[in-house]
């Protein structure tokens, strides 16, 4: 379908050059979506398939907060990836137990930031304290770039100067993003479509527009990418089709990053808004597919690996510190102590046992200041990335 004619170019003058930079129509597309039947299916399988993750909220509180807090990391590394940054999974374990990563410090900074962000952002949308708005769009932001490489680019705040996508300057650049002075209106209007009832269309539908619509826009100097993926989750979340989980649909889009950037560019150019929702679905489809196929492999290990953990009178403690190694797949006595509340001397004893027992792994050699890794735990939630064509991040195995 021909949407060629839809938005404008606007000719700005930046850097001493000028250019040519594209504001986006308002949402929903115009000419309408052409829902084919294979399209409409497509998404009705992909709907369905989220409403399955539903059955997870069966689960113990404990774990489905444990599976959660290893998604939300898991989406955290695969989204910064996809803008360049080298952390893996062990890094940021390594990070949050004020241990030195194996990658750049300032890449585990910014996946540390990510979490913290989606972390912010669900919950004052679970607590009604905002709703999905540009306010909550900006206080993620203010924390995804509170430190590390980007802490000068406006956190929190819409862009006041040009930017650009690609190239070493604007006139070279793939794609420029609206002026400035056109951004709060861009926004304003993204924010009407994402609260417009009238629209009848799914909110993954919506979702998968919006979050192509935010990319254009490109409101912030930084970490656009990051805050639309983001996006994703929460407004799944508003709609109460994703009740407690995150959806790590990063895997996906990191796994065909060329294929995820060259349909954004379509849309921009070509209006094919099509092409990206086939895309899109698929995305969901295969991270629902993954993701349940990550659980259930974590709820198998756990059950095996908290039947080796039982020592006698102190299987309450073992099944604790066991619980507490799921959530962190690499810890310290000191942090099990603290998730636990087990006093020092048990923890260590049982971690001296869960390491004869093979469960655990010691990483360090040192008599002091062990670090203990889950490899199996780490393992199961780090398959995805050979479906990405690379290697596996590696698990520190020593000083």
Known sequence: MNRTQQGNYVVVSTYGESVQAFVPPPLPPEPPIEWTDALRDKFEKASFSIGQLSGFSCLPQDTQETLSYLYARKEAVFSSMIEGTQSSLSDIFLY???????????DVEEVHNYVAALDHGLKLLDDGDLPLSLRLFKEMHRILLSDGRSANKMPGEFRSSQNWIGGTRPG?????????????????????????????????????????????????????GRIGRMLITLLLRESGLLKTQVLYISLYFFTYRERYYELLNNVRVNGDWEAWLDFFANAVIETVRHEMETTQQLLELAKNDLEKSMCGRRDKYAASIHLAMMQ????????????????????????????????????????????????????????????????????????
């Open 96 to 106: 949050e137990l004020e241990q030195a990563p194996r990658a750049p410090i300032h």
């Open 172 to 224: 070279t650049a793939t794609f420029v993003p609206p002026p400035a002075n056109e951004v709060m209106n861009c926004m304003g209007q993204l924010e009407l479509f994402l609260h417009d009832e009238s629209i009848p269309m799914s909110a993954l539908a919506k979702a998968a527009l919006a979050h192509v619509q935010l990319e254009t826009i490109h409101p912030f100097l930084d970490g656009n």
């Open 328 to 399: 962190h797949p690499i810890a310290s006595s000191d942090l099990l102590v603290k998730r636990t509340g087990i006093h020092l001397s048990i923890v260590n004893r049982i971690l001296y046992f869960l390491e004869k027992a093979g469960v655990i792994r010691e990483l360090t050699g040192r008599k002091t200041n062990k670090l203990y890794a889950y490899d199996s735990c780490l393992g199961i939630l780090l398959r995805g990335m050979r479906k990405a064509g690379e290697e596996d991040p590696a698990i520190p195995s020593g000083e």
